[in-house]
């Protein structure tokens, strides 16, 4: 069973606040444009929205390239501007790409699924998954055992399992997420292992992450499962 299927993935249904998204203006703001007409693929640019993400007082800038497209996916680029001017902050490849306003205030970037915050700094972060601020609870015997007889994983008395529940499909049947922790089994400095089973015991899902995977709700009972790599993102889908 292949680890991961990339695919583009139906938007993240959030609670949103009622303030609109900025339309696009007629042409970006001064110092942008000039940032803009030199960026590769220029000429692809399909739209432009703007919002205060981290209400500073300062709109961020989603540029959406709907003409730099690989198999439906097209290239998106988040600009913020700071005391030096505008700079890039964020971006990827995505079938859609938009602003979601949040409950409080400000908002985030969802692309296909994934949202992403960003808060003033140099960079933008992925936020709002799944096992942010949940614990873990301890793997019984039983599923040590599951673990070694049905992984690559095959000596639990050198690993530790960190075990969370959550229904990852829609059936009303938590899965099962297990970490694997302990030094043995570590990727490098940076990788955490983790399995994923379904109600029946079946490995549904395996791979390596920093810290642990993000899990993002999907559509229609789905769920995105995000690796961050050295190289970048692996994106899957439980449904």
């Not at 432009?48 to 003409?67: C, H, K, P, Q, W």
Request: hydrophobic letters at 40%; a negative charge.
């Amino acid at each position: 069973m292949p680890l991961f299927s990339v695919r583009a993935l139906a938007a993240l249904a959030l609670t949103v606040a009622a303030p609109a998204v900025e339309a696009a203006e007629s042409s970006p703001p001064e110092g942008l444009a000039e940032i803009l007409d030199q960026m590769p693929g220029a000429d692809q640019i399909t739209d432009i929205t703007y919002f205060d993400m981290s209400s500073n007082g300062r709109s961020e800038a989603l540029v959406y390239l709907g003409g730099l497209c690989d198999q439906g996916a097209c290239e998106w680029k988040l600009f913020a501007e700071g005391e030096s001017g505008w700079r890039a902050v964020g971006g990827g490849m995505a079938q859609s790409a938009s602003f979601e306003p949040t409950v409080d205030t400000g908002a985030v970037v969802n692309a296909d699924g994934i949202t992403w915050a960003y808060s003033g700094g140099p960079s933008m972060y992925m936020w709002g998954d799944l096992l942010e601020g949940l614990r873990p609870s301890a793997a019984s015997d039983d599923e040590y055992r599951l673990v070694g007889s049905t992984s690559q994983y095959q000596e639990t008395s050198r690993l530790r399992l960190d075990k969370y529940e959550l229904d990852l499909n829609g059936d009303s049947h938590p899965e099962r997420i297990f970490l694997i922790g302990g030094l043995h089994y570590k990727v490098g400095m940076w990788g955490t292992p983790y399995l994923i089973y379904d109600q029946n015991d079946d490995l549904i899902l395996s791979g390596v992450s920093t810290d642990s995977p993000r899990i993002f709700q999907g559509a229609y009972g789905s769920s995105v499962v995000v690796n961050v790599v050295p190289a970048g993102l692996q994106v899957a889908e439980i449904k």
